[in-house]
């Protein structure tokens, strides 16, 4: 029984740890949106007759010194949360019949977490500088590619545990994995776009790469929030949920024998 509390107690407290770290991530990344653009919208009230700022270019004029500890909440809570849910998904794996595809799910968190120091990295010390340009690059495409190795892992195990439908959190969290493919990439053509001399319509482009680059802020924060929700325990049953399994830890003493994990294939 104690080998289950124990294994339960993990999972418990590495998902509290990541729900609550991507929350706060979540807020302190809305406060270093709206604090540059505000700062940028009132000191070049007339640059928005031709052109919408873009964060880099919002971020070029704000003050270091005050938005650095936002950035650097952010980044912290961002390593956190990507570190906590790479370790409930190695927790799970041990109990999993589909181990492996738990362990790729577990990497792509893990790395994710880690892109949090690149984060506060190119939102401070490298600002203006060439370096900036080239960690947005590795910051956006590790982001994205992390998503789409997460989405593919889940469906690999609900496929190999026979799952054919879909609940609200899956089938949510798969149309915004989807939805941050197709942004990402309209925001990568719309970047190259919008300076091309033989493009006609450059200043609808640009706009076009603002708003895309704020949608895929928000879409990889939802589907991040969507795949932990689905991470819950289950209170007064006991249950662990995880994409491809559905582990119970019987850890209620009158539960005949508690303390192993039974494993079953819905997700």
């Known amino acids: 029984m104690a080998k289950g509390i124990a294994a339960f107690t ?6 509290i740890t990541a729900s609550l770290s991507l929350r706060v991530m979540a807020v302190s990344n809305a406060l270093l949106l709206g604090y540059v653009h505000l700062l940028f919208a009132n000191s070049h009230p007339d640059y928005y007759s031709h052109a919408w700022p873009s964060f880099s270019r919002a971020l070029s004029e704000a003050d270091v010194t005050v938005y650095r500890w936002i950035a650097a909440v952010a980044a912290v ?3 956190i949360s990507g570190t906590a849910v790479a370790v409930l998904h190695l927790r799970l794996a041990r109990d999993s019949p589909t181990p492996r595809a738990l362990l790729v799910s577990a990497w792509a968190w893990g790395i994710a977490g880690a892109l ?3 984060h506060y990295l190119h939102l401070t010390i490298v600002v203006n500088t060439p370096v900036h340009t080239n960690l947005s690059y590795v910051f956006f495409f590790g982001m994205t ?3 789409v190795v997460d989405a593919v892992s889940a469906a690999a195990r609900r496929v190999a545990h026979g799952q054919s439908g879909l609940d609200g959190l899956q089938r949510a969290a798969q149309a915004v994995a989807v939805c941050l493919v197709a942004i990402g990439l309209i925001f990568l053509a719309t970047f190259f776009l919008k300076d091309a001399g033989w493009n006609p319509w450059q200043t609808l482009t640009q706009k076009v790469f603002v708003v895309a680059e ?3 802020v928000v879409l990889i924060h939802a589907y991040a929030l ?3 929700k689905r991470l819950q325990p289950q ?4 249950t662990e949920r995880f ?3 559905c582990v119970k830890m019987n850890v209620d003493p009158g539960r005949g024998g508690a303390g192993q994990a039974a494993r079953s294939g819905r997700q």
């Open 226 to 228: 969507l795949r932990v």
């Open 77 to 79: 809570f961002h390593v």
């Open 116 to 118: 949090g120091i690149v």
């Open 214 to 216: 704020v949608v895929w």
């Open 243 to 245: 994409p491809g399994v």
């Open 145 to 147: 590619l992390f998503a």
């Open 10 to 15: 993990i999972v418990r407290h590495a998902w």
């Open 235 to 238: 209170p007064g049953v006991r």
